[in-house]
């Protein structure tokens, strides 16, 4: 990689790094290698730790690195196209095959989840747990919180509401219902523990939180948070205004 001087640049050093071991990727290194330890390259470029770490976390930001356990960091492959546009306009579960069922439990949910589903805080909802998968890489985790309300047929009771089962159960129940539209708000957010462990990511790792609300005779009618992993996805927006994943 060489070293170079940043002493004399106006801007920040992990700034002008980050630009340097980016053209080294491009130049030096292979998709999937693994880069030399921080300790190495910090005294490769002599700088600290601290702006080498710096330099880093803002490449893995922008999907040019991964960090991975048991392995390190290593040189990202290009982003892949996920598409999340809302003209599909259609309820969760039934465009299956990007999306697989996993879980299904009855519980309280958040209270963010639960203003937005205008329910009592203490209300249990039907929480369904889902994963998504692009050319066999998970790149996103999915919780669907749906009230009974919704889904008067299954009731509230926790009995049997657990598994795979269950939860195609609940998008079936949901699917009923007449969808009248959707809307959506994407931040910039960390991974938890439970969301790092599904997509394979570090705890703390960037990610793209993607909330959307299904809207059905006039009440919102189900609550997603979706979970993308900001290392594979990328988010534009098309001149309809929708909401997509494109590589």
């Known amino acids: 990689m060489g070293t170079t001087q940043l002493e004399s ?16 990727l491009d130049s030096d290194f292979a998709v999937g290698e693994i880069l030399p330890n921080e ?4 005294a490769r470029f002599g ?15 922008e999907g040019r690195l991964q960090r991975r356990r048991g392995v390190g960091t290593t040189v990202a492959p290009p982003r892949v196209g996920v598409d999340v546009s809302t003209t599909q306009h259609t309820w969760p579960g039934v465009t299956e095959e990007t ?16 203003r937005l589903l205008d329910i009592e805080p203490d209300e249990q909802v039907h929480i369904v747990r889902r994963l998504r998968a692009t050319h066999g890489q998970p790149v996103a985790a999915e919780l669907l919180y ?4 919704s889904v008067p047929e299954l009731g509230a009771s926790g009995a049997a509401a657990t598994g795979p089962a269950r939860a195609r159960g609940v998008l079936c129940e949901l699917q009923r219902l ?6 959506r708000a994407v931040e910039l957010g960390s991974a938890r523990a439970d969301d790092a462990k599904e997509l394979d990511r570090l705890p703390g790792a960037p990610v793209l939180v993607v909330t959307t609300r299904y809207l059905s005779e006039g009440r919102t ?7 993308y992993r900001a290392d ?14 494109a590589s």
């Open 146 to 149: 749906v009230p009974s309300g």
């Open 221 to 227: 009618a189900a609550v997603s948070v979706a979970t």
């Open 9 to 24: 640049v106006p801007e920040p050093k992990y700034w002008h790094l980050k630009t340097v071991i980016s053209e080294a």
């Open 178 to 183: 007449a969808l009248d539209g959707q809307d």
């Open 39 to 42: 300790r190495d390259l910090a």
């Open 232 to 245: 594979t996805c990328r988010l534009t927006f098309g001149d309809s205004g929708d909401l997509v994943m």
């Open 99 to 114: 999306w697989q069922s996993v879980d299904c439990a009855v519980a309280v949910a958040p209270p963010a989840v639960a």
């Open 47 to 61: 700088v600290a730790r601290a702006t080498l770490r710096q330099a880093l976390e803002q490449l893995e930001l």
